[in-house]
């Protein structure tokens, strides 16, 4: 990759003065790193380079695209955050800021032993730079990506620290944010270095199985394609096969026997839209006899990351189990490139606003209201609060619940989550009144958990006002947030009338 391939590429999505601002860039970032080298004694700047190409390719607006050519320069070269700002502007600057945070709070953690301990800092610096901005942590995806696909030129030491933390912190951030190609990408590059044997073993594993299931598959396909022409439904039918990282993952749950993995080779099929997705799934249960316990309406509710598809594994005349996923274009693209689909060059205003925290959580898709979360919580940790492990890891990494409010409206929680938290979440008012509970038309205790598919009702009552204790009855962050600032609100209006009414006493003694 060199400037001249880079400028190529990036041609058709940017209009001129932005390929001209990007020209600008390249020539300043590459003057920066003179005389720097990568490992594998290559010039420096192949790597910001390389980290651009991969940015456009994600269909990243242009000042993503500009950051990520500057993304090293802060923190490798003389070159500084004003320059940067008075060249390239604000918004430039600011993603470099937090690319550059994000890296600094990664050279903190020393050795692979104090891995754990030091996460939550770690984790605590990449949300703040999270929090401001989501374009932050694509940037830092893309980079990753690059630094993953050179790791043969470090030495063991490094590439174990490298792919490890890939593994457990960059996989799922990108998973987090929908971008399932990417972050199956960093996993099979990770596994790769940190199991090289064992990934060995599966590759040559699913080699053999997949050579005996894709004719028979092929056959599948064939009847299906078939079928669908006859139900004059337009589809594209695919065959995706499981990532040797997955089928490792799957393979610790089935106590190592292949047999029992039903979804090693799936087909996919991609129509037109939702209503089809739903036909299609009805054509192929009456060709086929489903597994019940198999079938994912993932349309109807999405996964928490805001993947939508419908699963469902038959089983065929020849005994053939066989999964299939049936999907939307835009679904598909979702799918695969996650948030980073809401940007697509230089439109998209409104992606930019809620990934900008302009947004509140209300307007927000149910999927993607764990981005305002994360930006609330960043706020408090940059304002010096301190948050808990806990806290942390119930907002951040837990298991996600969903629950309904009696209207059907979906509302995305962390498990564990009380009936308070799912009050604060509609809004700061029904929590700051709320009264007693119905959950699934019965009344729910305020300690008590809420469950996936719950429905609830909260009951309010005007002159019902927040307490103390309440603080023990929330586990987001969001909750304990609007929470505090209600108690702060009562506190000092309390003592406002309490003075006010000093004053009136006194004023009444002296009129006697
Ligand atoms: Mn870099």
């Known amino acids: 990759m060199n400037k001249r391939e880079l400028l190529h590429r990036a041609?058709?999505?940017?209009?001129?003065?932005?390929?001209?601002?990007?020209?600008?860039?390249?020539?300043?970032?590459?003057?920066?790193?003179?005389?720097?080298?990568?490992?594998?004694?290559?010039?420096?700047?192949?790597?910001?380079?390389a980290v651009a190409?991969?940015?456009v390719e994600w269909g990243m607006d242009i000042d993503t695209v500009i950051a990520g050519i500057l993304h090293d320069t802060v923190e490798d070269t003389d070159a500084t955050l004003e320059t940067i700002e008075n060249l390239f502007g604000r918004d430039v600057a600011f993603l470099v800021d937090g690319v550059t945070k994000v890296s600094q709070a990664r050279a903190g953690m020393r050795n692979l032993e104090s891995y754990l301990p030091q996460t939550k800092d770690n984790l605590s610096k990449l949300l703040i730079a999270v929090g401001q901005d989501v374009r932050v942590i694509i940037i830092k995806l893309a980079d990753r990506l690059h630094n993953l696909s050179t790791l043969q030129h470090m030495n063991r030491e490094k590439q174990l620290k490298i792919a490890r933390e890939s593994l457990e912190v960059f996989a799922p951030m990108a998973d987090k944010l929908g971008m399932g190609r990417v972050r199956m990408q960093i996993?099979?590059?990770?596994?790769?270095?940190?199991?090289?044997?064992?990934?060995?073993?599966?590759?040559?594993?699913?080699?053999?199985?997949?050579?005996?299931?894709?004719?028979?598959?092929?056959?599948?396909?064939?009847?299906?394609?078939?079928?669908?022409?006859?139900?004059?439904?337009?589809?594209?039918?695919?065959?995706?096969?499981?990532?040797?990282?997955?089928?490792?993952?799957?393979?610790?749950k089935v106590d190592g026997n292949i047999d029992d993995i039903y979804d090693l080779m799936a087909l996919r099929i991609?129509?037109?839209?939702?209503?089809?997705?739903?036909?299609?799934?009805?054509?192929?249960?009456?060709m086929y006899q489903p597994m019940i316990s198999r079938i994912k309406d993932y349309i109807g509710i999405p996964k928490p990351n805001g993947y939508q598809s419908l699963h469902t594994t038959v089983i065929t005349p020849s005994?053939?189990?066989?999964?299939?996923?049936?999907?939307?274009?835009?679904?598909?693209?979702?799918?695969?490139?996650?948030?980073?689909?809401?940007f697509h060059y230089h439109e998209q205003k409104d992606t930019k606003n809620y990934i900008r925290g302009r947004s509140t959580a209300a307007s927000l898709p149910t999927?993607?209201?764990?981005?305002?979360?994360?930006?609330?919580?960043?706020?408090?940790?940059?304002?010096?609060?301190?948050?808990?492990?806990?806290e942390l890891n119930i907002d951040l990494f837990g298991n996600r619940i969903f629950v309904y409010s009696p209207k059907g409206d979906i509302y995305n929680l962390p498990e564990g989550?009380?009936?308070?938290?799912?009050?604060?979440?509609?809004?700061?008012?029904?929590?700051?009144?709320?009264?007693?509970?119905?959950?699934?038309?019965?009344?729910?205790s305020f300690d008590k958990p809420l469950q996936?598919?719950?429905?609830?009702?909260?009951?309010?009552?005007?002159?019902?006002?927040?307490?103390?204790?309440?603080?023990?009855?929330?586990?987001?962050?969001?909750?304990?947030?609007?929470?505090?600032?209600?108690?702060?609100?009562?506190?000092?209006i309390e003592t406002l009338t309490g003075a006010a009414n000093i004053i009136r006493q006194k004023t009444l003694r002296r009129k006697k």
């Open 11 to 49: 041609a058709p999505h940017y209009s001129e003065n932005q390929q001209l601002e990007l020209a600008h860039a390249i020539d300043f970032a590459t003057s920066a790193h003179e005389g720097q080298k990568r490992r594998s004694g290559e010039p420096y700047i192949i790597h910001p380079l």
């Open 53 to 55: 190409d991969t940015l």
């Open 187 to 252: 996993e099979e590059l990770a596994f790769s270095y940190i199991d090289p044997t064992e990934f060995k073993r599966l590759e040559n594993m699913m080699k053999k199985r997949l050579g005996k299931s894709t004719r028979k598959l092929g056959a599948v396909r064939q009847d299906v394609e078939r079928e669908l022409k006859k139900q004059n439904i337009e589809a594209e039918v695919n065959g995706r096969v499981k990532s040797i990282y997955s089928l490792y993952k799957k393979l610790k």
């Open 270 to 286: 991609i129509v037109k839209d939702k209503e089809e997705c739903y036909k299609v799934l009805g054509i192929l249960h009456s």
């Open 319 to 342: 005994k053939q189990i066989v999964e299939f996923q049936i999907r939307t274009r835009d679904m598909h693209e979702y799918a695969e490139r996650g948030l980073a689909a809401g």
């Open 367 to 390: 999927q993607l209201q764990w981005i305002t979360q994360l930006q609330e919580i960043a706020a408090r940790l940059g304002s010096g609060d301190d948050i808990s492990q806990d």
């Open 417 to 444: 989550a009380l009936p308070l938290d799912f009050a604060f979440m509609v809004h700061s008012d029904i929590g700051r009144h709320a009264y007693s509970f119905r959950v699934n038309g019965n009344i729910h």
């Open 452 to 492: 996936n598919g719950d429905v609830v009702e909260v009951v309010t009552r005007k002159l019902s006002m927040p307490k103390q204790a309440w603080l023990d009855l929330v586990k987001t962050g969001h909750a304990r947030e609007k929470l505090r600032s209600q108690l702060k609100k009562m506190e000092l």
